[in-house]
């Protein structure tokens, strides 16, 4: 088993060499290729992006429309509930 030394001496070394990596790609200017690749990349998961939220849109709208025709049903079932009983009373004889 690898002492607390060990592993950290071990992650030195891991960053050290990332440090190293990082510089040296700091100093290189990027390629035309690798600049076109990176773009391309971007516009592919920003396109993936717009399609994910277009979805969610689109089901959000769908959900708000159920749930609008659900009240507007609600509300003109109250409403005949209401004018049953509005009829129902004027045929009632008044209380005593």
Known sequence: MATL???????AKLIGEAKKSLEEAQKKPPTTNGSIAIKA???A?????VENLTAAKDDIERQIGEQI?????????????IEEDKKQQGNQPPPP
Do not use: C, F, P
């Open 5 to 11: 030394n060990q592993i950290l001496a071990e992650q």
């Open 41 to 43: 990349a971007t516009v």
């Open 69 to 81: 025709a659900a009240y507007k049903m609600e509300i003109s079932a109250l409403e005949k509930q």
């Open 45 to 49: 998961e920003l396109n993936i992006r």
